[in-house]
Structures are given as structure tokens and as C-alpha cells.
């Protein structure tokens, strides 16, 4: 079982930058595929980020490809989100997702490629 737990978001205007951490429990933080989502009110919740657990391998949806930058630190059981130049379309509710064993090239992109969600992490981008 992987608790994960998302911070950093908030309020930015367009062209700022937030940093999301996503803090996870359990002693095998290092063979989880993690991934970031987001759900903007009224949209399905869409695929962001991703980086694998053996490679570091990363992949990132178009939309905040060169914008967005995932990474992780397995001895801080830790996911960040580093989000540059910020658009009002970012505004949505982030979550972190984790993936035991799974390798980028096998999986969808989707929601249901991960077994454990964290809560979210509101972020509002201002025009």
C-alpha cells in the first residue's frame, strides 16, 4: 500500500511558476511509476506527467510539454511538478499517482494505468 499526499499548490498569475510536491509512505517508493493528473471542473481528469521508476524515463502530455518538468527523489519518497509559465487553461485540480513496476512504454496514459491517488492539490492560474 503507497499513501501519497500532494502540496504546493495555489494561486499564481499566467507566466508564474508553482513547484507541487506529492509525499508518498511505504518502503518501495522506488518501483512506482509515478504520475501527475489534473481535473479542471466539468473536463475528465487528463495525464500530465509521468517518470518511471527504473529509467527515469519521463513523457509528458503536449499540452505542458517544455512548460513542465517532473522529477523524483527516492530517498525523500518524493514526486515534484515544476510548472513554468503558467496559462489560466493549467487551473485545474492536480494529483499524484503511482504505478507499481509499470514501464512508460506499456501503459496508456490513463487513470486506470495507476493503483494509488493522493487527495489533489487545487491550482488557479489568473489571466
Known amino acids: 500500500q503507497v499513501q501519497l499526499v500532494e502540496s504546493g499548490g495555489g494561486l499564481v498569475q499566467a507566466g508564474g511558476s508553482l513547484r507541487l510536491s506529492c509525499a508518498a509512505s511505504g518502503r518501495v517508493f522506488s518501483r512506482y511509476t509515478m504520475g501527475w493528473f489534473r481535473q479542471a471542473p466539468g473536463k475528465e481528469r487528463e495525464f500530465v506527467a509521468a517518470?518511471?521508476?527504473?529509467?527515469?524515463?519521463?513523457h509528458y502530455a503536449d499540452s505542458v510539454k517544455g512548460r513542465f518538468t517532473i522529477s523524483r527523489d527516492n530517498a525523500k519518497n518524493t514526486v515534484y511538478l515544476q510548472m513554468n509559465s503558467l496559462r489560466p487553461e493549467d487551473t485545474a485540480v492536480y494529483y499524484c499517482?503511482?504505478?507499481?513496476?509499470?514501464?512508460?512504454?506499456?501503459?496508456?496514459?490513463?487513470?486506470?494505468?495507476?493503483?494509488?491517488w493522493g487527495q489533489g492539490t487545487q491550482v488557479t492560474v489568473s489571466s
Open positions: 517518470i518511471e521508476w527504473n529509467s527515469g524515463s519521463t
Open positions: 499517482a503511482a504505478a507499481f513496476g509499470r514501464l512508460i512504454s506499456t501503459m496508456t496514459m490513463r487513470y486506470d494505468d495507476y493503483d494509488y
